[in-house]
């Protein structure tokens, strides 16, 4: 068998704000021989998320800062090429974070089987992924949304935000969502099928808007006892000091409201029902995937990441890394 | 009998950001007549609150604002000095809304009866009144306050900040607070039992204070599924147009943190076991008073109110409005 060649995307340096693509380098390296317990993973598709932001910068975040001249970390999808392991056989898909490279080596830990007859690959990193997931328990479990209540969601045309929206209809919710640009706004009322959409950018008065649109209370009006889930902030990753914005707190106290945080992996103990749940609502057709997916390889991968953060995707962002 | 004269304060105009004392104005009239199923009461003892300034405002909170020319309104206590209502005996001790006046008519509704003999009367408008209620509730149920635990409390030498302490200590919880003088510190950490507190005007670097009371973890170096109850805003209450912070919203994410507002209103079903524990806690010598009484009758309101919006009291702040 001829060696084989890893290419790599590797953190070159870490950002001043907005990343850019000298903070990134290809490298190549061969393809290691794998020892018994292993296998060798070809990966399909690479997931680019807001999350990799934190992870390029040192400073104390929920995750690990990746070493500069590190592998950059992501979660990917991929066929099983070689196997040493009993529970994985070459030809068999699996997906993990695999990191921004070609080829992947694993002992089978934190690896999860993907049956593409399911779902295609793709969906393992976005509807039925951690996209799913955080939608699913940020909505339900955090939020605690009921059928007949009002759900806004801002990013709503991002990959968590277009799912939390489709959820939110399957349970009954009225929902609004907030975007950035005018075509978002269109996708949103239009293939999402949220119920109404404003352009956050250029509305004269969002206030105004939510108050036409959900006269029965949101945010700055929000309703008694309202939860807002807060589960990422893209718009501040990039900063190099944190924005300030107006003091909510007293909104807080006058509607008895609560703003909470999470972090998926909190819900670690929950994903198998959460997934059942998505696999069967994306089955019957009530839950549209919502992927856009980069050609040309891993050297796409630091453009369709930067898009990303320039709020340039509709729905979940992926890379096409291999034909699957 | 003579014809009483009743004194009272009044709304003369909306304050512009901080009132002052041309906003209020002393008014006469006689003390009306009462009829069967009333009592009169003489008020003996007035609270000052902050949520009193939103109520001399017209925007919409979560408190009706008083009309131009209107009593202004507030808790106090007061003797029963003539009934013919059958549940309150002449000579009885009552609480309730009853204004900032000298007399109140009442038909018994929401009347609290107050026992002297089982605290002095000014506690039923502190440590065991709203007060008390709030910090007890805003602790323990809203917070989850539990032994070991670190609680920070801000405004810690105000009227619910210092009782929120002192239930933190009894409940075995290790409690830091910040205040906005150096006589408000010491009073803390001396009378109060405060474990640490330090200024927060004064102090060069907050966060690093905190990190060392706290090496457990605090805001803005929040613990993981750390809860902030959120009761009251007293700097934010006469500024003309809402201030601006630092975004949090990243680190609600990171730590999973929860904000949560509250009203006291919404756990009037809970008062009675509150006060029980309360007045335990007191009988006991656990909880002090810590009160502050202002001498002067009706007059002297305006500027205990106004006093106590720029944090001159320490503690809860009272006015004596005549002898009990």
């Known amino acids: 068998m001829a060696t084989l060649t890893n290419r790599q995307i590797r953190l070159a340096a870490r950002p001043q704000g ?94 999860r089987t993907i049956d593409p007859e399911v779902a295609p690959l793709t969906t393992a990193l976005g509807v039925l992924g951690m996209t799913g997931m955080t939608a699913y328990f940020g909505l339900l479990h955090v939020g605690e949304a009921k059928a ?26 009225k929902v609004i969502g907030s975007a950035g640009t005018d075509d978002k706004v269109a996708h949103l009322t239009g293939e999402v099928g949220f119920d109404a959409a404003f352009n956050y950018k250029t509305h004269p008065d969002v206030t105004a808007k939510l108050r036409e649109l959900a006269p029965d209370g949101v945010i700055p009006l929000l309703n008694v006892h309202a939860r807002v889930t807060v ?54 057709g009530k839950l549209k995937p919502g992927e856009q997916v980069a050609p040309g390889g891993i050297e796409a991968a630091p453009a369709a990441f930067i898009g990303m953060l320039n709020g340039q995707n509709l729905g979940k962002q992926l890379v096409q890394i291999s034909d699957a």
Request: charge should be positive; charged fraction near 20%; include cysteine.
């Open 18 to 111: 907005f990343p850019k693509p000298s903070d990134f380098r290809l490298a190549s390296e061969p393809v290691p021989a794998i020892a018994d317990g292993q296998l060798l993973v070809r990966v399909a598709y690479l997931s680019v998320d807001p999350y990799m932001r934190g992870r390029m910068s040192d400073a104390k975040s929920y995750v690990k800062p990746i070493p500069i001249d590190g592998v950059m970390g992501g979660f990917a999808v991929g066929k099983v090429v070689e196997s040493r392991h009993p529970s994985f056989a070459a030809g068999s898909y699996v997906g993990a974070d695999f990191g921004w490279q070609e080829y992947a080596v694993s002992d089978g830990r934190g690896l």
């Open 148 to 173: 007949g209540q009002t759900v806004v969601v801002s990013g709503a045309a991002g990959a968590v935000g277009s799912v939390v929206g489709q959820i939110a209809k399957i349970k009954g919710c």
């Open 231 to 284: 589960c990422g902030q893209i718009s501040q990753y990039n900063l190099e000091k944190p924005e300030f914005g107006p003091r909510w707190l007293h909104q807080l106290i006058v509607k008895r409201a609560r703003f909470e945080g999470m972090l998926i992996s909190d819900f670690a103990a929950h994903f198998p029902e959460a997934l059942r749940d998505l696999t069967g609502w994306y089955r019957e």
